[in-house]
């Protein structure tokens, strides 16, 4: 009900507010970044009041109407005191520009570095793990981070391929990007960086990789008040980055 394709979305003429592009783990797994469907989120934030959808999008409160047997017979308790047609995991990440995403089920760790399609967050399926950023080039330093070797052989020396779900929350909140960092060569990171930045999201960076590594170590390192290393320090952008809370903690998914 809540994933629908683009002819299916043209012909419901759904108030555009309220829909959103939408990639599933496959998608993710294949390389198939450019969605070809689209996800309903009818609220903005978890329990946010749905009934002021009947005048403010009305195509979509009456799209959601015509299933509400099968949406009013959800059976999870999250459910239970929620407004009507609501949905849960939701965030001020869900609907951040950028994201650095990865299937839970695929037994190969492939991140991919997503920003916004047509001007909309891309939002993800349920088999799917992200870490949100409001800045594509600060995305793209956590990303290089995160397919370094350091990252990967981490990985692969921690995950259970024969699980059904091999990438888990657990395991990836036991990633350590400030050691990581601490471990990166700057030459390297600068080159993974800036193909990511141009490859994901077709941004050009002609320098300053340092300073925006160093803005996140910083604010990992704030949380860590007897950190031991440091790197040199080296001159920030005049742009604030970041205000995403799940970039402060050098641990994905906190």
């Known amino acids: 009900v809540m994933e629908l394709g683009v002819a299916k979305v043209r012909e419901l003429a759904l108030e555009n507010e309220y829909v959103f592009p939408m990639l599933k783990c496959t998608d993710l797994f294949r390389g198939r970044l450019r969605p070809e469907r689209f ?86 399926d349920d088999a799917c793990y992200s870490i949100s950023f409001s800045d594509g080039l600060l995305a793209s330093v956590c990303y290089a981070l995160l397919t370094s070797d350091v990252s990967i052989d981490f ?44 490859r994901f999201l077709g941004l050009e960076a002609t320098g300053g990789w340092g300073a925006r590594l160093e803005e996140l170590t910083d604010s990992w390192e704030a949380v860590r008040p007897h950190s031991r290393e440091r790197r040199p320090r080296v001159r920030k952008p005049t742009a604030s980055a970041t205000t995403n809370a799940s970039e402060s903690t050098g641990r994905l998914f906190d």
């Not at 099968?70 to 520009?97: E, K, N, W």
């Not at 995950?159 to 700057?186: G, M």
């Open 39 to 124: 996800m309903v989120i009818p609220q903005l934030s978890f329990g946010e009041d749905t009934g002021h959808l009947a005048k403010d999008a009305p195509n979509l409160w009456a799209y959601l109407d015509t299933h509400g047997s099968i949406l009013d017979s959800r059976g999870s308790s999250i459910y239970r005191s929620q407004p009507r047609f609501a949905v849960f995991g939701l965030g001020d990440y869900t609907f951040a520009p950028f994201k650095i995403a990865i299937s839970g089920l695929h037994k190969e760790a492939r991140f991919v570095l997503l920003g916004p399609h047509d001007g909309k967050p891309v939002v993800l």
């Open 155 to 198: 990985i692969e020396a921690v995950v259970s391929w024969d699980s059904k779900r091999p990438i888990s929350k657990k395991l990836l909140q036991r990633i350590d990007l400030l050691s990581v960092a601490r471990k990166a060569e700057l030459a390297d990171l600068e080159t993974a960086a800036s193909r990511a930045a141009e």
